[in-house]
């Protein structure tokens, strides 16, 4: 799929969709073979626990808030402003302990297989089964190990 020409209106996703996930809202706003970007808010508390994405690196450009991050095994905090690179193979995690809603804008090179994961995980509830899922897309839940430098 090629990138299209177009503007996604603030507050709407691709198609009018938004995703469910674990309770976080995650919304669309581009999509190619290249890359795939989404709005995330975080609410407090919620967080999304050490995984890996072999093919794909990930960014988190964070809108609003402070996201806590364990990257490649070293804590780390972002803040409104700041963007996180996270490039693939390497495990990583981002928690919500701010005590207030975050929001970012995350995206994803190559697109890979997380626009599909995302359709399949709305609504999901069970964490096990998540985890489960997401393996088919080539995301890799478990304890972060960090990389040999």
């Known amino acids: 799929m090629l990138e299209t020409p177009d503007i996604t209106p603030a507050h709407s996703g691709l198609d009018g969709v938004a995703w469910n996930v674990m309770g976080q809202v995650y919304v669309p706003k581009q999509v ?3 890359s795939f970007a989404w709005h995330a808010t975080f609410p407090i508390e919620t967080f999304v626990p050490p995984h890996t994405h072999p093919y794909q690196d ?60 995302y359709r399949r995980l709305h609504n999901v509830s069970s964490p096990a089964e998540a985890v489960r899922i997401a393996r088919d897309y080539d995301v890799l839940f478990g304890p972060p190990v960090s990389s040999a430098a």
């Open 58 to 117: 990930e960014y988190i450009f964070v809108l609003d808030g402070r996201i806590d991050l364990l990257i490649d095994g070293k804590k780390r905090s972002a803040q409104s402003g700041d963007l996180v690179r996270m490039p693939r193979g390497i495990p990583h995690a981002f928690f919500n302990n701010s005590g207030e809603p975050v929001t970012a804008l995350f995206w994803a090179a190559p697109a890979g297989k997380l626009l599909a994961l």
């Open 32 to 34: 190619s073979e290249d």
